[in-house]
């Protein structure tokens, strides 16, 4: 046994930096009661692999599927083991694990939980002790597939859950190990936690302390390793960074390492913090008992305490109960008192707030110019309050992580608070051109690194145009060419020089429209693959290649109208370039000069001003315009736009700025409430059909669905669709499409979604239906003192119900003793191409159905030819005898055995009528069906019937002694428990002696 670890104590004094402004709390989701959740009380999360929420609360469980919340619960009718959830957790396959406090449940939550057989449930009962006791608290799949169920006061039950023989093995006492010994396992019975660490140890959390199980050095009956100096724990979490952390009651939080000598750090903050998490920047989450959440940096915790309350966020309420973040990585948080708060980060915006002056939020929000440097800090230019820094590997959200500089700073080393660009040279250097305040405040700076003192003035220098070298003071863009030249745009020419020389003023040199360039005003600069440098202007578009000689010459694009104030190469190579008035133009080629494409609001820009773009991911592109932000998601010949207004998370309509960071983050500068960041999510969205056509005689059709996505609203939704694998639509906002002109037989339509990120549904929704006719089915039927006959033929027959006549034949006219009943069926000559069902019933006064009996047919020569036929007593004195015939003539019962050949086989399966309504609905297809099949020999036959899901839902016979023939059995459309079944497709099987057949027919009660 491992030596107990050493108890470390934490000696820093922490500054909890209280979170109270109001710039984030737009991104806290509220959901309870009034939105469908079944109680207040939350008491877990998680989520299945379709990305379904599910919710633990006193009330049942819950499943929110992006768009409205299902509950389940015994008071609803569904078969849970109990209501009152303490747990929930997922193993490898997908499966649930519900903890109650009166035992466990079991659910595939792709199965229909309607179904009572959906639910399997476990109690100290029926697991003959498996379960020491049924107050579950937590449950855990170890790395080898067991189940670890925490037993409250009872210990710990692991199941081993591999089926064997086909029988549910956690009903198997001999598959469940027992673990109770607080000796050498546990410290307590009273256990409240369970965790697994990167390490594949499991953790057990309890009230007098924790302890380690390590599956490569104990055994389950064996000594594991404890610790009891970690205290009353109640919740474990093991980060990223290879820690475990302690939650505990009365106590601060303590992390371990997870490898030996596992040392304890203490840390004083953060009291009674009983649920743990860690967000996608692996901060971790502390959630306490009543006073909300702290979020710390484990990597810098002395300075990184972010912390949420009621009070100062929109977060739902400060007990917190649960903690989950989702696959899309918002933090989920289960209340106990006011529900599900839900933090998402797709948009956070931060803006300008009056009461905080000089923070991170700009008293000035124009935000004009983003960049990220080489030492992954990201640099943001304002008009009117200088230069803010901040580290991207830091907590955005704290306002002493960023760095302001301004030009009333002590140092006066920044010559103006506008900032119109800042850009990184290839040694290091930041340039930061701005516009003059005063003829004091003015010119061009550079800043050499190191950059973690800015206050130093021997980092900085400043150019100005009346030293000679600079055009202009006002300097708009910055571009680095691949002879390491700098340009510098200004508002008065385009100057040049090396970025080794800079300080030499002769070295400069300046370009106007005297050199050809379309304007002086210099907006926007680029050098492209080609190593061609492009100038937009306030009167057009200009190239060169300065590297191609020693004389610079511009070329004018002459297609390019207007103020050119954004230029981007995308990386296929193709040039973007956006104006003041006439939209974007796109190059296809970084060779080709000539040939460009025009979009503006017709195709779907928000606005013609085009400022900024920015590629997001391969054939995605952002514009920043005068009227929201716009993006093109280009897929094969389908272009998609999208804009993206306040309601969506953007916080101002005027963006200036467009900028990705190298985590993949869009940043976004506007004209007045600051900057938003932008995560886009890569989870796709899922398409689902509202309304299920299986069958339809109408000519005309509307089919509905709808897309599912938690952080897109049900406008942002796009929508593509095909018929009979046909080409793909373009995206629509609509969720209904109507089909016109339906021909008979089979059809596919198939719908995609995409949600507001651009993520398209590869998998698609399908609905597979049927055009039929609209015409009734024929029933012919005749009945008189001696008995009862009636036909019953497919709706394509109808027209030939009124000709077909049916009549007794007389005994004496047989003359056979052994024909009990016989009919004429005419004409005669009617073949039919698909069966119909004869059923021939009499008054069995003399006990007939003590012997053999069948339904014959006459061939041409007088001779009998056995039919076959189910055989059912109806009465004392009423027998009957179905089975399916193909032709007209004359039939009778007859007391005669069919031969058999060889072993029974199965053929001949049919349905009549392959589409029927058990619930009426004026369908006219009837309200049964005629199963048929041919036996070769005499037979016990089982016939079933299945959903297209693989569930039984009625057994019509179970293992009948059938004779040889064509058998024929009705089903009246309705499920073991005597209820009509929903429209949709079935599969009847047939079964005798090991053969099996199958053949679908369709419900249709609408």
Known sequence: MKSDTSKISFGVAFSLFVFCGLAYSQNWVNYSEPHGLSSYFISAIVEDNHTNIWVGTDKGVNRFDGR????????????????????????????????????????????????????KNYDSDNTKGGLVTNLITAVLEDSSGNIWVACFRGGLSIANPKPRLGQDPLLDPKNWTIVKSTTDQLPSLRIFALEKDNNSNIWIGTSAGASRYNPHEHTLDGKWDLKPALGNV????????????????????????????????????????????????????????????????????????????????????????????????????????EGISRYDISWINFSRDPARPFDLTFNSAVIPTIIEDDSRHLWLGTDGEGLRRINLTSNLLLDNNWTAHRKEDQDKTLSSNHINTIFQDDTGKIWVGTTPEDDQYKGLNVIKPPFSDLKNSNNWDTFTAEEGGLADNTVNTIAQDRSRYLWFGTENGLSRVHVDSAKFIPSWKTFTTADSLAD?????????????????????????????????????????????????????????????????????????TTTLINFTTANGLASNSVRAIVQQRPNEYWFATGSGLTRLRVSGVDSLWTTFKAEDGLQDLSVFEAFKDSKGDLWFGTASNGVTRHRVKPQPPETFMTSKLDVTTANNVIMSFRGVDRNTSPPMFRYSFRFDNGAWSPFLTSEQVPIFGLTLGRHVFDVRAADMDGNIDSTFATDVFYKIAARLGGKVEFQDSRGRIALYLSPEKVETVKEIKINRVENYVLKDSLSILAYDIQPEALTLDKPATLTVAFKDTLGYRQNKLAIFRQGKNSEWIGIGGVVKVENDTLTSLTTAITEFGRYA??????????????????????????????????????????????????????????????????????????????????????????????????????????????????
């Open 520 to 592: 002086t005003s210099i907006q926007a600069l680029l050098v492209d693959d080609g190593s061609r440098l492009w100038i937009g202007t306030n009167a057009g578009l200009n190239w060169t290649n300065p590297t191609a000689s020693a004389t610079i010459k511009f070329e004018r694009i002459a297609a390019v109208k207007g103020f050119v104030q954004a230029i981007f190469q995308d990386r296929d190579g193709n040039l973007w370039f956006g104006t003041n008035r006439n939209g974007v133009y796109k190059i296809n080629a970084a060779s080709d």
């Open 234 to 337: 109640r919740s474990i979490f093991a980060d990223s960074y290879g820690y475990v952390w302690f939650g505990r009651a009365g106590k601060g939080v303590a992390r371990v390492l997870a490898t030996p000598p596992f040392l304890i750090e203490e840390f004083p903050f953060a009291i009674n913090a009983e649920k743990i998490g860690e967000d996608s920047d692996r901060k971790i989450w502390l959630g306490t008992t009543d006073d909300g959440i702290f979020v710390v940096d484990p990597q810098a915790l002395a300075d990184s305490t972010l912390h949420f309350t009621q009070q100062t966020s929109r977060l739902s309420d400060d007990a917190i109960r649960a903690i989950f973040r989702d696959s899309e990585s918002d933090m989920w948080i289960g209340t106990g008192n």
């Open 893 to 1006: 019962v007859r007391r005669e055995n069919i031969a058999g050949i060889g072993r029974t086989a199965i053929s001949d399966v049919n349905i009549q009528p392959r589409i029927f309504s058990p619930a009426g609905g004026g369908q006219g297809h009837g309200d049964r069906a005629g199963i048929s099949f041919h036996l070769s020999n005499n037979a016990g036959v089982t016939v079933k019937i299945y959903n297209v899901a693989g569930r039984l839902k009625r057994t019509l016979r179970e293992n009948v002694s059938l004779q040889v023939g064509t058998n024929a059995i009705e089903w009246d459309g309705r499920d073991d428990d005597g209820k009509v079944c929903v429209s949709g497709l079935y599969i009847v099987t047939i079964e005798a002696q090991g053969n099996v057949k199958t053949k679908t027919v369709a419900v249709l009660n609408k």
């Open 68 to 119: 409205e919340w299902t509950i389940y619960s015994r008071v609803k009718g569904e078969a849970i083991i109990d209501d009152d959830i303490k747990t929930i957790a997922k193993d490898r396959e997908g499966n649930l694990w519900i903890g109650t406090a009166n035992g466990l449940s079991k659910i595939d939550p792709e199965s229909d939980l309607r179904d009572p057989q959906s639910w």
